[in-house]
């Protein structure tokens, strides 16, 4: 945190950006990097790979770098995101029951994605209960025209915050 507070300014500055719009390269940049180094790993061509602050560079550097930065800001959204409201893969791991079905992996880029297409602000986000966030999807997709973009149905919605609710993660009320 201290890394992108020192190339880009402060950390709620840069949630802010990210979120909201008007970030800059540094905030796309040094949110990936870090959260590179702070995941210890990361992806290349679909194989696992174990990042140091090194390899966090060298990874910058060959895929971000010199290409549209448009295309990374989901991905510094998302970390950005799991910074303020964690990230607990492991922890579902560990609260599986043996026999119990593997949960699917919650897509937070995706969520973020709708809850800014639906006007949501991140402290909006987290405070919204399951059954306000299920409704207005609901209204969102019945207001929309067939054929444009819109955020999954309720009851998509209601299947992952159950899926959340099963694997402990999240803020369910």
């Known amino acids: 945190m201290v ?32 959260g590179l180094i702070g995941g210890g ?19 910058v550097e060959n895929y971000i770098d010199g290409h549209a930065i448009a295309e990374h800001h989901l991905t510094a959204r998302a970390i950005i995101a799991a910074l303020y409201v964690g990230y607990a ?19 937070w880029g995706v969520v973020l994605h709708n809850c800014r297409t639906l006007g949501l602000s991140l402290s909006d986000a987290e405070a919204i209960t399951m059954p306000e966030y299920a409704a207005l999807l609901h209204h969102h997709n019945l207001a929309n025209e067939e054929g444009e973009e819109s955020p999954p ?10 899926r959340m609710e099963r694997a402990g993660i999240g803020k369910i009320h």
């Open 41 to 59: 790993k990361g992806e290349v061509n679909g194989q696992p790979v174990e990042v140091t602050a090194l390899r966090a560079n060298s990874l």
């Open 3 to 34: 890394e992108i507070e020192t190339k880009s300014g402060p950390i709620d500055l840069v949630k802010h950006r990210l979120m909201s719009g008007g970030w800059s390269i540094h905030d796309v940049v040094e949110t990936i990097r870090q």
């Open 153 to 162: 149905s309720a009851d998509d919605v209601s299947a992952m915050f159950l």
């Open 89 to 107: 893969p492991m922890q579902e791991a560990k609260k599986k029951s043996p026999g119990e079905a593997e949960p699917e992996a919650i897509d």
